[in-house]
């Protein structure tokens, strides 16, 4: 491609209303252009990258034997409110009517609508295994859409489904989906992390996630020092501390005041947070329940809601808190609440610790289990760093991931509800063992900008740059155009910079669209020499005219 005569155009300064890195470089280098809250266009260049990206995802999917289709949009209400999913969703669902007043939506996800393609074909066991995916929009009403591409309202997804007999069956097809996610970000070049993660709307029996490890990544990465323990933090297990048995002292109630805070007990009452117990009070599909962490942990609130089966978890309200505890906010505590307490395992080895008294200024000290009821118990807090590590017992760390591609376990989750069955070897009724494959193409073109940039620009892989070699021409004596189209005919993507400005804004240019190799045709050409630029490395070599071409071609293996 030739940049006099093509869409093409730079941004100098850095854009603000993009809070990443990526977004920023995106915009500035003219891939990407927002057009709305959460809603982006790809540009040519952005879209070749887009393009790239796909081809990659599309070959290893293939080669997994994945078949390719199309799915529509815009869908009837009623496909999801049939799969009880349409609750689930809530307002995250655009919806609309037509002119008949039905309601319709657009798909965030296609589930549903892969169970009405398979049931036209199964019938039999003899029908399965296959695995079907597309590429397509998505749509999601994101509260707080952010950082460019990651956090958007339109999306464009690879999602695939298998469909198995049993459960066996269904471990194959998920081994061929996982190895073909190694294979395409392998190829893409991303640094990532595969970690266990919580099944969410998807449900099912099991979801793993992979993480491109970013210092902007949305999600917290649970990992061991020592052994492949990886886990994302909504679901990372923590390992009850066991504490030394101490004699229990008698309870007695002490004045605090003004001192709500965790902080201010501890100071106040000369004690470590290890012996002060936080109750939170948090509303559960309508019913408030008290929830006891130590006084350093934060609650995970995906662990409640597994614990007690639940679709919606929320922390209650101020005006809830002080109705139901009859205090000020900061005084919670167990002892004489008249609503269910759930205690998190850690706290059920300790021994008398501090916790609010349900009355202004006051707290409860050398507090014990016996001294209050409680209806349940569990693991309900994140875990944190140098925590005991559930495999092996060293320490774990955390990294921050972008969530660019997951494979779930789905079971019998959708064919149940949806009534997709086979006849067995018996002629005996049985469902359809199913797994589901994600993933998110704009958010990989976002995480590579994210892990490969620099003060100029972005430094993309040559396996998805928009070309990958840019020829930036100084004295406009023809070698140019003729080396532009030698490099063509030998099936190199190539940019030719031939435009009327100064070498200085070629250069900076080149280096923030993150063109992989620059060869600059200066007035060495006169010599036979053209200087050669590595992106990534800043290497600068000068090459004979009559070796470039097979010096490109060596360093594009």
Known sequence: MKLKSSFFFTVREDSKEEESISGNLLVRSGMIKKI??????????????????????????????????????????????????????????????????????????????????????????????????????????????????????????????????????????????????QAIFDRLGLDYKIVTADTGAMGGLLSEEFQAVTDIGEDILVLCESCDYASNIEVSKCVTKEEEKEELLPLEKVYTPNHGTIEEITSYLHVSEDRVVKTLIYQVDGLFYACMIPGNRDLNETKLQKLLHAKEVVLAEPEDVERITKAKIGFAGPIGLDIP?????????????????????????????????????????????HDVCPKCGKSLYFKKGIEVGNTFKLGTKYSESLGLYYSDSNNQLQLVQMGCYGIGIGRILAALVEQNHDEYGICFPTAVAPYQVAIVDIVENGYANKLHDTLENNGIDVILDDRDLRPGVKFNDMDLIGIPIRITVGKKINDGIVEVKIRKTGEIKEIKIEEVVSYIEQRLL
Request: net charge negative; aromatic share 12%.
């Open 341 to 385: 307490v759930i205690v998190d395992e850690d706290v059920l080895e300790m021994h008398n610790y501090v916790v609010g008294a349900n009355e202004t200024d006051y707290h409860y000290q050398n507090v014990n289990t016996k001294d209050f009821k409680y209806q349940m118990s569990g693991d309900i807090k994140n875990v944190k760093e």
């Open 36 to 181: 709305g809250t959460g809603i982006y266009s790809y540009l040519p260049l952005g879209y070749r990258v887009l393009q790239k990206i796909e081809k990659i995802v599309r070959e290893e999917m293939n080669r997994a034997g994945a078949q390719e289709l199309v799915m529509p949009s815009l869908l009837p209400e009623d496909v999801y409110v049939a799969s009880g999913r349409r609750d689930i969703f809530g307002s995250s669902m655009f919806s609309l009517k037509d002119r008949m007043d039905r309601n319709y939506v657009l798909g965030p996800t296609h589930e549903e609508l892969f169970v009405a393609v398979a049931k036209e074909k199964i019938k039999s066991y003899k029908d399965m295994p296959f695995n079907l995916y597309q590429m397509a929009n998505k749509y999601r009403d994101e509260p707080r859409p952010r950082y460019g591409l990651i956090r958007v309202r339109e999306f464009i997804m690879k999602d695939a489904y298998s469909f198995d007999t049993d459960l066996e069956g269904m471990d194959v097809s998920y081994q061929k989906m996982y190895q073909a996610y």
